[in-house]
């Protein structure tokens, strides 16, 4: 089983609608959660981070935590062609290092 | 915010030469310096994590003497990649945590090897 799993994609959502990503994770004692965006050829940006069970939300886009489940969300409202890109989940591991999933690909179209 | 500066962005490079790539945090102490290796379509893997004044510790399966990995200051870590062939193209991403910054990630070096 890998630590951090993603669906690859590609996700296909129109413009305006909710991309919902998903993520599970291994490790049971993780305590810290990442979303990150990539572009192709560049590197990975940080969109979100969260710690607590539940939501958090900052502007169109909102992660989900739930610790007993070992499951992160990542929810993007009104979607943007912009938004298309690969998304990365990362979990902080308790080994002190930060591991990725293999990125769910989104696709907007128009 | 906290900036890290990563050197060259793409290199290309014959094969059995060795390339290094400069990592340098601008406004902050890099207590910790993580190097990972991208191939196209895959996520990023780490390689190994190095605190300022130690040697890093490699992951499984990566080979310590041909990813030399120094860490010398707080603002500055290299990684070097000895005698490249060319199954070590990939994209390579450092990232650097300080006290209080979180992880900041460097821009990538794209390394080809003919």
């Known amino acids: 089983q890998k630590e951090v799993e993603q669906n690859s994609g590609p996700l296909s959502v129109p413009e305006g609608a909710i991309a919902s990503l998903n993520c599970t994770y291994s490790?049971?004692?993780?305590?810290?959660f990442f979303w990150y965006r990539q572009y192709s050829g560049k590197s990975p940006e940080l969109i979100m981070s969260i710690y607590s069970n539940g939501d958090k939300e900052d502007g169109r886009f909102t992660a989900q935590l739930n610790k007993a489940s070992q499951y992160v969300s990542l929810l993007i409202r009104d979607s943007q062609p912009s938004d298309s890109a690969t998304y990365l989940c990362?979990?902080?591991?308790?080994?002190?290092?930060?591991?990725f999933g293999s990125g769910t690909r989104l696709s907007i179209r128009p | 915010g906290a900036v890290v500066s990563q050197h060259p962005s793409w290199v290309i490079c014959k094969s059995g030469t060795s390339v290094k790539i400069e990592c340098r945090s601008l406004d902050f102490q890099a207590t910790t310096m993580f190097w990972y290796r991208q191939f196209p379509k895959q996520s990023l893997m780490l390689m190994a994590t190095?605190?300022?004044?130690?040697?890093?510790?490699?992951e499984q399966g990566v080979e310590k003497d041909k990813f030399l990995i120094n860490h010398a200051s707080l603002t500055l870590s290299t990684l070097t990649v000895t005698s490249a062939h060319p199954e070590d193209s990939s994209f390579y991403i450092c990232?650097?945590?300080?006290?209080?910054?979180?992880?900041?990630f460097g821009s990538g070096t794209r390394l080809t090897v003919v």
């Open positions: 190095s605190n300022e004044g130690s040697k890093a510790t490699y």
């Open positions: 490790d049971r004692v993780s305590q810290s």
């Open positions: 990362a979990v902080y591991s308790s080994a002190s290092k930060i591991i």
């Open positions: 990232s650097a945590r300080g006290q209080g910054t979180g992880y900041t």
